[in-house]
């Protein structure tokens, strides 16, 4: 959760009366106050305390930074003003986004909290290992973000450069900026009994502070213009029409939009001379029998391509994937690259999540920032095996292994992230890239006379091209979701031994055994084949049997 906020004030004429022994109305004893400041410190701006808070406006922003609600407290008293602030504020631990908020904002607010004895534990607290608050990372470490961002602080170098105001920031970026109502008019307004024209002027001031906070963003390559675009969009769908600042907002982002067509429509037209119109395919994991047949696919297609394994690029750090793809005009990423050591996974947790689960995740979040199509690879193992049927892209997962958890993670994470994906899972792929059962089973009948393969573990072997030729079908067709392709029949590990075995024509004893025969540290479900149907569907072509992927892996058909 993302606050924006601004809290506007008046001076406390009664604590000046109390504190300066000044008498007159209000409005006079604040003056006389600013002019014995002026006289004593050459400005006219009083210590903290003396600053009452009558109005405090909040825009919420989801996940993704974009607009979801504004809204303000103005009640006349101050104390529920704050007490509604800072309860929601204990209650929700936002990341909170500021102008001059370290400085001036938040030290008011929590003073100004003391002289009606209220809480802000959150505000104070630097261990919550839940939020991951500690002494490093909570609302008052000034140099980590997490919980605080100030954009005065951050674009003055925490206070080496002087002068920046919001007023100009918002001016030189394309937002309106202070517009009809400025601070200094903040007095009058109330005592004028206007605490709607107040409400008003502090939520143009969030907003400006939202939109520069996009512009850093952009700055920083945490969005890309096209999202900041995109957001600014759902910015105007929201704007409040009523209030006074509506058309100077909806005519600057207008404006801004246009610019930003223009910026893009000419990228766009310099990457196709540059490119000639053709799709470039960034392959993560080429080097394993997946990928491997993909490069001969991409290459039987005149397909463009760059080949990476982990050597060239380590997709579990964002920061390299997104400097990778600088310039490259990259239109697919399919990820081939995973952790498949179903037994060590349960004892190498961290390591399996992070090829399995965040990686996945990285390669989404930058298809989505260069407007690319994602495709990764999910398995069987998501199911528990318990529901004795093919299983169909909307059963429910329910892994018993932490491969298979790490799995199904990575799938929400990346469907969570971004729409133009497709989370393909498959099943017992075998190819001619690394080790799979299939060469396990030649290597050990090449000194065994004797073998016992698992009957009670039931699923589809897949062959590596199949999986590569159908999912290029499908991702052709545009269709983003989750879909499941496994070569057509079923089979046991015993049956799909056998059927090898036989093939290249061993003579040894083959045995039938359990699962519980092995010493494995990782959990099998028994029956886990999947439905292939949709895909078929959808490219109007059936998959191959299984038994045909054998006979084209060992050369024989």
Request: contains cysteine; hydrophobic residues 35%; glycine residues 6%.
């Amino acid at each position: 959760m993302i606050w924006i906020f601004d809290i506007e004030t008046i001076l406390d004429a009664e604590l000046i009366r109390k504190t300066m022994n000044l008498e007159g109305t209000d409005v006079e004893v604040m003056n006389l106050a600013k002019d014995i400041y002026q006289g004593k410190k050459g400005n006219r701006f009083l210590p903290l305390p003396y600053h009452k808070i009558v109005n405090i406006s909040i825009l919420g922003l989801d996940k993704d930074k974009n607009f979801l609600k504004l809204s303000s407290i103005n009640d006349e008293d101050e104390k529920e003003i704050i007490e509604k602030f800072l309860d929601a504020l204990n209650k929700n631990n936002p990341q909170v986004i500021t102008f001059n908020g370290r400085s001036f904002d938040l030290p008011v607010l929590m003073i100004r909290a003391m002289k009606y004895s209220l809480s802000c534990n959150t505000y104070f607290e630097n261990e919550n290992s839940k939020i991951g608050k500690n002494r490093w990372s909570n609302y008052r470490a000034r140099y980590n973000e997490k919980f605080h961002l100030d954009l005065m602080d951050s674009l003055s170098e925490f206070g080496a450069v002087r002068g920046l105001s919001l007023d100009l920031l918002s001016s030189m970026i394309g937002a309106p900026g202070k517009y009809e109502v400025n601070g200094s008019q903040v007095i009058d307004l109330y005592y004028n009994g206007e605490l709607e024209k107040i409400k008003e002027y502090c939520e143009s001031d969030v907003l400006n502070t939202y939109w520069l906070y996009l512009k850093y963003e952009v700055l920083r390559g945490n969005i890309t213009r096209e999202e900041f675009g995109k957001k600014l969009e759902i910015l105007k769908e929201n704007l409040i029409k009523n209030r006074y600042y509506f058309e100077i907002f909806e005519e600057n982002i207008n404006k801004e939009l246009d610019n930003l067509n223009g910026v893009e429509k000419g990228i766009e037209e310099e990457n196709k001379k540059e490119n000639k119109g053709e799709k470039m395919i960034l392959l993560t994991g080429a080097n394993g029998q997946l990928g491997t047949d993909f490069k001969k696919l991409f290459d039987e297609k005149q397909l463009k391509y760059i080949a990476t394994d982990y050597k060239e690029l380590d997709i579990t750090n964002i920061d390299n994937v997104r400097e990778f793809v600088k310039n490259k005009n990259i239109k697919y990423i399919i990820n081939c690259a995973a952790y498949n050591n179903v037994d060590k996974a349960e004892e190498e947790r961290d390591k399996v999540y992070a090829l399995n689960c965040d990686a996945p995740k990285n390669l989404a979040i930058i298809a989505k920032e260069i407007d690319a199509i994602f495709v990764t690879y999910s398995t069987d193992f998501v199911f528990d095996g318990e529901k004795g049927e093919a299983y169909v892209e909307k059963d429910k997962v329910s892994p018993v292994s932490v491969y298979g958890q790490s799995k199904a993670d990575g799938e929400k994470k990346v469907l969570e992230a971004y729409e133009k994906v497709f989370v393909i899972r498959t099943s017992w792929v075998f190819g001619t890239g690394n080790s799979n059962f299939n060469t396990q089973v030649i290597n050990w009948s090449k000194s065994r006379t004797e073998l016992s393969i698992v009957d009670d573990q039931i699923s589809v072997p897949t062959y590596s091209w199949d999986l590569a030729e159908f999912s290029w079908k499908l991702i052709e067709t545009n269709e983003f979701g989750l879909y499941h392709i496994s070569n057509d029949g079923i089979a046991s590990k015993y049956d799909q031994a056998k059927y090898l075995l036989d093939k290249i024509g061993w003579k040894g004893e083959l045995k039938k055994a359990k699962t519980s025969d092995f010493n494995l540290a990782a959990k099998r479900a028994k029956f886990s084949k999947l439905s292939s149907e949709k895909v078929e569907k959808l490219v109007g072509e059936k998959l191959p049997n299984w038994k045909s992927g054998i006979d084209r892996y060992l050369g024989m058909a």
